[in-house]
C-alpha cells in the first residue's frame, strides 16, 4: 500500500497522471501538444500565464509540421 497516494496533492498528481498516460496511450496527440493543452487549462483556471520550456530538442520536420497547422508558437 506504499505506492497508494496519501495526500490530496499527491492523489491530484496520480490522476492527472492516469488521464495524460491514457491519451498519450489513445490519440494521436504527442507530449508537447498535451502539455500545451494542460498549460491552457491550468492557465484559464488559475487566470494566470503559465511560462514552459521543454528540457527537449526537437527535430526539423516536428518543427516544419508545427509551422504548418500553426501551433508553433501559439
Do not use: N
Amino acid at each position: 500500500m506504499a505506492d497508494t497516494p496519501q495526500t490530496p496533492s499527491e492523489m491530484f498528481k496520480h490522476e492527472l497522471s492516469a488521464v495524460f498516460v491514457r491519451w498519450w496511450d489513445e490519440s494521436d496527440i504527442d507530449d508537447l501538444k498535451m502539455a500545451k493543452a494542460a498549460m491552457e487549462v491550468i492557465e484559464k483556471f488559475c487566470g494566470e500565464s503559465v511560462e514552459f520550456e521543454a528540457d527537449f530538442g526537437f527535430d526539423d520536420e516536428e518543427d516544419e509540421e508545427d509551422e504548418e497547422d500553426g501551433t508553433c508558437g501559439a
